[in-house]
C-alpha cells in the first residue's frame, strides 16, 4: 500500500474490532489482589491504595491507602477497611 486512499467505486474496508475482553468481574477482583486500586464510594470519595483482600459482600482491605475528595489528598491511612455497601466500583490503578 502507498497511502493513498482507494477509489471512490471500491469499498473501504471495515475498521478492526475493539479489542475483546475477556473473564468476569470475579477474575478481575482476584487479578488485582495485591495491586494498587482505585475504589470510589457513593458519596464520590475515592480511596486509592494496594487492595489487601475483599469478600462477597464487596468489604475492602486496602493498604498505603489514600483518601482523594475532589481530586485533591484529604487523608492517608496505613490501612483502611470499606464497608461493601457504600462501594460504587474498583478500578485497577495501573494496567493489568
Do not use: W
Not at 475482553?21 to 482476584?30: E, Y
Amino acid at each position: 500500500m502507498d497511502g493513498t486512499p482507494p477509489p471512490p467505486n471500491e469499498p473501504t474496508p471495515p475498521p478492526p474490532p475493539p479489542p475483546a475482553t475477556s473473564g468476569s468481574p470475579t477474575d478481575f477482583l482476584k487479578g488485582v489482589v495485591g495491586k494498587h486500586v482505585v475504589v470510589r464510594l457513593t458519596s464520590g470519595v475515592d480511596y486509592r491504595g494496594v487492595l489487601s483482600c475483599l469478600d462477597g459482600y464487596m468489604n475492602i482491605a486496602l493498604e498505603q491507602t489514600e483518601e482523594h475528595v475532589n481530586g485533591t489528598v484529604t487523608n492517608r491511612y496505613g490501612d483502611a477497611f470499606i464497608r461493601g455497601n457504600n462501594v460504587l466500583y474498583i478500578s485497577a490503578a495501573e494496567a493489568l
